[in-house]
């Protein structure tokens, strides 16, 4: 759903605008919290109710991001609310934090004006990110949003005497970052009901159409042509056919290929390895990874990406029929390794199987990334606030690393655990869906799923990022609100900028 709220520069000082909420920026100090430079001076102090440090005292502020009190003064166009907002020391970071609770706090306002506190443009990108993305919100009612939960319609910067074009362009730049990540998580919260492989798919047409990428779409017919068995086999149990969507960005003179493989299981049973109902509960989201690299994709051009990208959604919808790959089935994937299923409820390997397959033989890619919600045992060896990386490749990995620091999504490097590949294999097949040893090993199941797909990478720079934690969230908080986050969209898009 499109942003309720915009946020650009404007000319000026805070106490020049006349909007309904004005926030004053907060920074640690030696001896307390401190007013940023210039703006105490600004002339707003004097509609304070008290002495900024007897405000600082009775509310208890440091200055540390996210921190935040408000109380009326006048103006005049009569009362208006002013806040105290703590930046921290401006990092990125702790501007992300801020913008998150200023949206927050905004709620129920039209206009809010902030002083700018003077940071770097990686910054302003960050707040902006913060400010957007609280501000996200989904929903299906019927009833009209209450005035008090209503996210502000602008937020305005003041940057001072004339404005600054570079602040502009990072606002722009934190813009186009939010809006892509706002895009996955309407995709990952759409109800199953409506969200089917091929609904996938005429999204990501939408998208190709609306930002000039080309695509490509493997109907089931297709896929039985070209000998996608493991999508097909996730598949089959369900009456709504799987599809397989290729997306292609190719800018002037590109630097190099990469390609995106993103996990599309629009709904998840687990097949005849039925979930629990509590853990079926949450299936609509099992398409994350599909709904990042199809957001990524049609943001690239506004972040300037000089890399040639392909992104595929591997979609399929998991269900339980007389029709469901039955347990000890064998399927035949793209490249011709056969695989065992021996726990239906493991099939986002196999569809990126397929994907990868195909991605390695036929598009000869520099660079290969997955995404995918894959393990709960991801989401128990690191929680749901940090994704796992698997990788091939320790440039690369460093690198997403990197990205990750830098767009507040933190990635921890998992082992490859060269001992643990012996789990991946079958008895009757070339590989198993599950692992086979877990009385060797105990129960590795990010590791095992890791290594299975790396049999796809073939000496391709590979990345696996398991999303199963931080793909989700039960509780509106930060930057996140309940239900998918799209966890890593801001990532990928830094990184395939920055390359």
């Known amino acids: 759903m499109p942003f309720a709220t ?43 109710p008290a002495s900024l440090t007897d405000l600082f005292a009775h509310y208890s502020l440091t200055g540390k991001p996210g921190e935040l009190a408000h109380f ?34 905004a709620r129920g306002n039209e206009r809010v004006a902030l002083a700018w506190p003077g940071s770097g443009a990686e910054a302003a990108t960050a707040f902006a990110e913060g400010v957007l993305l609280a501000s996200y919100t989904f929903s299906l009612k019927t009833s009209e949003v209450p005035d008090d939960r ?19 362009g990072a606002l722009e730049r934190g813009t186009a970052l939010a809006a892509a990540t706002a895009l996955a998580r309407d995709l990952i919260n759409t109800p199953s009901l409506t969200k089917d492989p091929e609904w996938m798919a005429a999204r990501a047409r939408d998208v190709a159409a609306d930002k000039g990428l080309q ?20 598949g089959q149990g369900s009456s709504r056919p799987p599809r397989l969507v290729q997306l292609s960005y190719t800018p002037e003179n590109p630097a190099a290929h990469v390609v995106l ?51 595929l959604l591997a979609l399929a919808e998991n269900a339980f029929s007389g029709d469901s790959t039955r347990i000890g089935d064998v399927l035949t994937t793209y490249t011709g390794t056969t695989v065992e299923v021996l726990n239906s409820d493991a099939e986002g390997r196999l569809v990126l199987a397929d994907a990868m397959g195909y991605a390695v033989g036929e598009l000869a890619p520099d660079v290969l990334v997955d995404v995918a919600t894959l393990t709960g045992a991801a989401k128990v060896a690191l929680g749901t606030g940090t994704g796992a990386l698997y990788s091939n490749d320790e440039e690369l990995a460093a690198q997403l690393e990197e990205a990750g620091r830098a767009s507040g999504e933190p990635l921890w490097r998992m082992p490859l655990t060269e001992e643990y590949v012996p ?53 509106e908080s930060g930057l996140l609100s309940k239900g998918g986050t799209a966890f890593t969209t801001r990532t990928l898009l830094r990184w395939l900028a920055d390359r």
Not at 12 to 18: F, N, Q
Not at 20 to 41: C, F, K, N, R, Y
Not at 150 to 168: H, I, M, N, Q, T
Not at 428 to 452: C, H, K
């Open 423 to 475: 789990t991946t294999k079958s008895r009757v097949a070339d590989l198993a869906n599950i692992g086979t040893r877990g009385r060797d090993f105990g129960p590795a199941g990010a590791t095992d799923a890791a290594l299975f797909l790396r049999e796809f990478a073939g000496d391709v720079p590979w990345a696996h990022l398991d999303i199963a934690g931080p793909g989700r969230s039960m509780k």
């Open 150 to 168: 209503r996210p502000a319609a602008s937020v305005e910067v003041a940057a001072g005497d004339g404005g600054d074009g570079s602040l502009a």
């Open 261 to 311: 493989v993103g996990k599309g299981i629009t709904f998840d049973t687990g097949g005849l390895s039925l979930k629990p109902n509590d853990n079926m509960s949450l299936m609509k989201t099992d398409m994350s990874g599909s709904a990042i690299v199809l957001a990524v994709l049609s943001a690239l051009a506004a972040v300037g990406a000089a890399v040639r990208v392909t992104g």
């Open 72 to 105: 009326p003064v006048p103006r005049d166009q009569g009362l208006v609310r002013l806040a105290l907002l703590g930046v921290g020391s401006g990092s990125p970071d702790d501007l992300r934090k801020a913008g998150a609770a200023l949206a927050r706090a």
């Open 215 to 234: 695509v490509r779409v493997w109907d089931e017919k297709d896929l039985e042509n070209d000998g996608f068995g493991a999508i097909l086999g996730v």
């Open 6 to 48: 915009e946020i650009h520069p404007v000319p000026g000082k805070l106490v020049d605008s006349t909007a309904d909420l004005l926030v004053l920026p907060l920074i640690p100090g030696d001896s307390g919290p401190e007013a940023v430079e210039g703006v105490a001076e600004s002339g707003l102090t004097q509609v304070l």
